[in-house]
């Protein structure tokens, strides 16, 4: 389990917070030095949600390791402060290098395939390899995080849900993040399927180098899924390959073929998504991507 730690230990750990390296919506999160290895130490914010957060977090990947899984180190409850120390993730989260305009060169197809590979390994395990299956909830670029050579971790488990092996489905409040989530939230009755969904809008945004939603293109291609939808009808994926990358359009019928396990995971109906233990097959080449699939059937 992970160690306890005090909120002195980590002040000092952390220089008193000076360094923070993000944010989201439950806290902050700061660099930090723990003598021999650097740490990041998430402070969660002081509300109702943070306390639920902070220990769902604790319990669900307190004893979960797994090399795509960002490691939880220890945690700190000292009053009103509560604490998470993580593994440091050296290049930070996956959405400052992909999105255009960052000031990076474009990564390469293969580091793309890398990272898309770490990821669907991760979830499947979280999905597949555990005890109780686990949906995490909140797939999104600023929950997988890179470290020196690329490799990918998720990260953030603090809206994730726990599902007995013998429950079809869950019905839990909607959470997660606009832009990817799957249509069956509406329902508020869920499986880990919805992380296929959320995971299939990254998959598109890591090939194509921008957000989901983009509202500085034109108004047809704001949404990135429903462009999706149009270039595939009309046979013309090729035109969303990032136009950054010159070594993606060297490799773009891979890249397309990916496009299509992207619209694989994207379908509407959850039960025609794949599992993401498929997902890995396809990626290491031991399984093709489904044929005849319902372009008019994603959202």
């Not at 990076?104 to 597949?128: D, F, M, Q």
């Amino acid at each position: 389990m992970p160690a306890r730690f005090t909120f002195q230990s980590l002040q000092v750990a952390t220089k008193d917070f000076s360094s923070k390296i993000g944010e989201g919506g439950f806290g902050s999160v700061f660099k930090g030095d723990l003598g021999n290895r650097l740490v990041a130490v998430k402070h969660l914010h002081q509300a109702v949600q943070g306390t639920k957060e902070f220990l769902a977090e604790v319990q669900t990947i307190g004893s979960l390791h797994h090399i795509n899984l960002v490691r939880l180190i220890g945690f700190c409850t000292d009053k009103s402060n509560m604490l998470l120390v993580y593994e440091y993730m050296s290049k930070g989260s996956l959405d400052k290098w992909i999105y255009c305009g960052d000031n990076k060169a474009p990564l390469e197809w293969h580091t793309r395939c890398k990272i898309i590979t770490n990821v669907a390994k991760g979830l499947s395990y979280l999905h597949e390899d555990c005890r109780q299956r686990i949906a995490h909830l909140d797939i999104k670029p600023q929950n997988i995080l890179l470290d020196d050579n690329f490799n990918a971790k998720v990260a953030d488990f603090g809206l994730s849900k726990l599902i007995e092996r013998d429950q079809s489905s869950v019905i839990t409040r909607m959470r997660g993040t606009p832009g990817y989530m799957a249509p069956e939230w509406l329902t508020s009755k869920i499986t880990e399927k919805v992380d296929v969904y959320s995971f299939g809008i990254v998959l598109m945004e890591i090939i194509c180098g921008r957000k989901n939603l983009d509202y500085s293109q034109p108004e047809d291609s704001i949404q990135l899924i429903s462009l999706l939808q149009d270039k595939a009808k009309n046979g013309k994926l090729e035109e969303m390959i990032d136009r950054n990358s010159e070594d993606m359009r060297i490799h773009k019928e891979e890249v397309i073929e990916m496009m299509n396990l992207a619209i694989w995971c994207l379908q509407s109906d959850s039960s025609r998504r794949p599992a993401m233990s498929l997902v890995v097959k396809v990626m290491e080449g031991e399984r093709q991507v489904e044929p005849n699939l319902e372009i008019t059937s994603l959202i």
